[in-house]
């Protein structure tokens, strides 16, 4: 998989943030070096977001994202600004081009930026046009903010080295650290993969979390072995050692767990993504806490993919089996997918996620924030399965992380 290839989930996301005509579209276009975005002297040119994925050197893979001026107007300008709102949920870091004296909105949208945790840099653009080179303006965002903005020319290509630099300083400080396998396995470490093929997976395919997965293993100099639910037993008795680590489609957990070797760590492609897309310490407590749930509690259960429903689907079907046979049949469940995430979250007792490997991390915490600030408790499918087997507390956690039994205590898993 070449650095193209990369998912957009696992690309760094830059936001370009303005007002219309502020030259997001140009800048975007130079950064890239293509002309991803239509430029145009029309103000609202840019409606919908534009995705254009690249790699930046020193810091490899990168979604840039360019959206339409948050000082659009009418009834469509309000859907195009709201659009843009939504697009901050998702940003690593923003990118904010001040384009004049008025700068209200501009200030208003930097806060948004802080009060989220979101590096911002701010930027005066098309210098080349001004008389004094953006000068004036820059010293007035100076003034209003403390920090000086960056002079740039998309036009001239001028600035975009020191832009590229000042990306490289802002970096988010686990951005070159996560892992989806973190500490459970090592180089030479021999690693069983369970991948049932069942109807999600397209013919011939395999879905994202396994193909990401099992790459990293290859980079980390594993030795991966990758086999079907029904071929387990076998792939395990031809192996002279038992394997460090058996890696499982969650709901082949119970299957895998009864065949996992004594001294082999257990776990599945969604607890790995419960860390490595979101915060896997207020999992594990939503996990604890979805074993305490009363029969007629009310669960939304939110999966990344857009996917047309399919027979034995386990967001649909397999999960909510499970949770009624375990909780009870008064469950109240409704089911979300894409980026049909409810903002109010208190009509809710739990939230179940899926592994989110369509989302990117910010995006992903995000959710878990504003469940957060609600009070609701929230896990992923992985953590959430194995709770509802009794085997939670035997699955090996990445990166030291420990199970939260159903008192709030911490307990050590699998080592």
């Known amino acids: 998989m070449s650095l193209n290839d990369t998912t957009r989930g696992n690309r760094l996301h830059i936001g370009l943030f ?3 005509n502020a030259g997001k579209s140009s800048l975007i276009n130079a950064l890239t070096g293509q002309r991803v975005a239509a430029v145009s002297a029309v103000p609202g040119t840019t409606t919908d977001p534009v995705y254009k994925a690249m790699e930046i050197s020193g810091i490899g893979p990168v979604v ?3 959206t339409a001026g948050f000082d659009d107007e009418g009834e469509l300008g309000c859907l195009r600004v709201a659009r843009t709102e939504e697009i901050i949920r998702e940003t690593d870091i923003a990118l904010l081009l001040f384009a004049g004296e008025d700068m209200r909105e501009e200030l208003r949208w930097r806060e948004v930026f802080q009060r989220q945790n979101t590096p911002v840099i701010m930027l005066v653009n098309a210098i080349d046009e001004r008389a004094d080179g953006g000068r004036q303006l820059a ?5 209003a903010t403390g920090s000086r903005p960056l002079l740039v020319s998309a036009q001239k290509k001028q600035g975009l080295e020191q832009l590229r630099q000042e990306i490289l300083s802002v970096l988010p400080e686990d951005y070159e650290q996560l892992s989806i396998t ?3 396995c090592k180089a030479g470490d021999t690693v069983v993969l369970v991948m049932p093929q069942d109807i999600q997976a397209p013919k011939g395919r395999l879905i994202l979390p396994q193909v990401q997965t099992l790459r990293e293993l290859l980079d980390k100099g594993c030795l991966p072995l990758c086999c079907t639910t029904d071929r387990l037993a076998a792939a395990l008795a031809g192996l002279k050692e038992p394997p ?3 890696i499982t489609d969650s709901q082949a957990f119970k299957e895998a767990y009864a065949l996992t070797p004594e001294n082999t760590l257990l776990t599945s ?5 419960a860390a490595f897309k979101g915060d896997m310490e207020y999992f594990l407590r939503g996990a604890a806490a979805l074993l305490n749930l009363a029969p007629t509690a ?3 259960i939110a999966e990344a993919c857009t996917h047309k429903p399919l027979q034995e689907d386990i967001g649909r079907v397999k999960l909510p089996r499970l949770l009624r046979k375990k909780i009870g049949d008064g469950l109240q469940l409704d089911i979300v997918s894409g980026k049909d995430f409810p903002r109010d979250l208190t009509g809710y007792d739990m939230v179940i996620h899926c592994g989110a490997c369509m989302f990117n991390r910010k995006y992903v915490l995000n959710r878990v924030r504003a469940a957060g600030e609600q009070g609701i408790a929230m896990t992923n499918y992985g953590l959430a399965i194995a709770a509802l087997l009794g085997i939670l507390p035997m699955v090996a956690l990445p990166n030291g ?5 159903m008192k709030g205590e911490l307990e050590n898993t699998a080592d």
């Open 18 to 20: 303005g007002r219309r």
């Open 244 to 246: 460090r680590l058996l």
């Open 64 to 66: 840039f994202i360019d």
């Open 182 to 184: 973190g500490d459970l």
């Open 401 to 405: 992380k420990k199970y939260v039994t």
């Open 139 to 143: 010293d007035m965002v100076e003034q």
């Open 298 to 300: 009310h669960i939304l």
């Open 269 to 273: 492609f969604s607890v790995l993504f």
